[in-house]
């Protein structure tokens, strides 16, 4: 089955103590992305990655990090997590940046930082 | 400031009836609009999309309309089934690069 997962999709931690959120998908897809969600916000796009080891900021990149060592994989890390952090956060791929853009999500991982 | 806009947080519709979700943006350099559907503890999934050179998509159910000199888009879903009631997201791409710019969603309640 096609799919984007995200690992763990739930997570509460204390400030200052870095975590990393994995996202894999099996499209083959060259982009990935990792998105915010808040409350009267909609998504904000983290950082993006156009293909491996090319990653590049998104709208609200600080205190945020990103890899993309192989395709499948794009894991987000959190240095030192601050509460400002906590949020709904998706991991979205498609095959490129074309005419349809279709973005595959995954589930998303709902992170609190106390 | 937001460069797209969804004013209405949520919009209740009786089963059967239409459903029209509204969308304004700022920017004149977008040149692609697209809606995703969100259920609870999912993540958006795509719905339908149009190119600015285009007035009018339809996708079985759903027409996703353009108006591009009052900057609107609205997504039609006719008729409204109980299944539609979900978080439904406007996007929007600049031309200039590849990152999408989201408006803060709609809920959609189908009432039977």
């Known amino acids: 089955e096609a799919q984007v997962t995200q690992n763990p999709r739930y997570l509460i931690t204390v400030t200052g103590k870095k975590l990393t959120v994995t996202c894999s998908q099996n499209?083959?897809?060259?982009?990935m992305s990792w998105y915010r969600q808040d409350p009267g916000l909609g998504l904000r796009q983290i950082y993006y990655?156009?293909?491996?080891?090319?990653?590049d900021k998104g709208d609200v990149p600080e205190g945020y990090k990103v890899s993309r060592k192989e395709k499948r994989n794009f894991p987000l890390i959190l240095e030192s997590p601050s509460p400002n952090q906590t949020s709904l956060y998706f991991c979205?791929?498609?095959f490129g940046t074309g005419v349809s853009y279709e973005q595959y999500f995954g589930p998303g991982t709902r992170l609190t930082v106390t | 400031d937001q460069q797209v806009k969804q004013n209405s947080p949520s919009l209740s519709v009786q089963e059967g009836r239409i459903s029209i979700l509204n969308c304004d943006y700022t920017n004149s350099m977008f040149d692609y609009f697209l809606w995703y559907k969100k259920y609870p503890a999912e993540g958006p999934t795509f719905l339908i999309s149009i190119s600015s050179i285009k007035d009018k998509n339809e996708d079985g159910r759903f027409t996703v309309f353009l108006n591009k000199s009052a900057k609107h888009l609205s997504l039609h879903i006719v008729p409204s089934q109980p299944g539609d009631s979900a978080v439904y997201f406007c996007?929007?791409?600049?031309?200039?690069?590849?990152?999408?710019?989201w408006g803060a969603g709609t809920k959609l309640i189908i009432k039977p």
């Open positions: 499209m083959n897809h060259e982009y």
């Open positions: 979205a791929s498609s």
């Open positions: 990655s156009m293909n491996v080891e090319v990653t």
């Open positions: 996007a929007a791409r600049p031309n200039s690069n590849y990152q999408l710019i």
